[in-house]
């Protein structure tokens, strides 16, 4: 198993780092297709994270808050299979107590609308200078306030 652990000192100053959200992930792997999207929704996810892992430019990022809530919602033989591919393609980024001191203050702010992991996905974006991908319209909405945030066919354009 390889996972990459990244140090963003030595990223690349034009390097563009992603930290893309649990339901990017579940569009993709359960093939959703949504209501009103031009193209289904897992189409979008498809083509945002083959576009980055091609590139040379752009990093994708993970974190256990991701792996948690995956493991929640995929069975346990495939949530494996998708833990391993995330191993191998991205790479992984820890938390850091700062990171939970602002999530917690950033959840009882927004009066406990957004989860912790939500609250911690900003807190870890913020830290580090990362551009959040996510479909949910309520943690766009807080995120943006925090850090740059959008959605996969926005973020392709």
Known sequence: ???RLINTNHVSQAMTLYYVDTCIYLNLWKKEVGRDAEKP???YAFDFLEKF????????LFSGFILKELQGKLSTEYFKQKKSFLQHEFSFVAA???DYDFARLLESK?????????CMH???CKRL??????????LLKYAKKH???????????
């Not at 927004?110 to 939500?118: A, V």
């Not at 200078?129 to 309520?138: E, Q």
């Not at 850090?147 to 066919?153: D, I, L, Q, R, T």
């Open 53 to 60: 892992m091609l590139s040379d430019e752009d990093l994708i």
């Open 96 to 98: 850091t107590q700062a």
């Open 41 to 43: 929704l897992w189409k």
């Open 122 to 124: 900003i807190a870890l």
């Open 129 to 138: 200078g990362l551009t959040l991908v996510t479909r949910d319209a309520l």
């Open 1 to 3: 198993m390889r996972v």
């Open 110 to 118: 927004l009066e406990y609308t957004l989860s912790l992991y939500d």
């Open 147 to 157: 850090v740059a945030a959008g959605k996969p066919e926005e973020l392709l354009s």
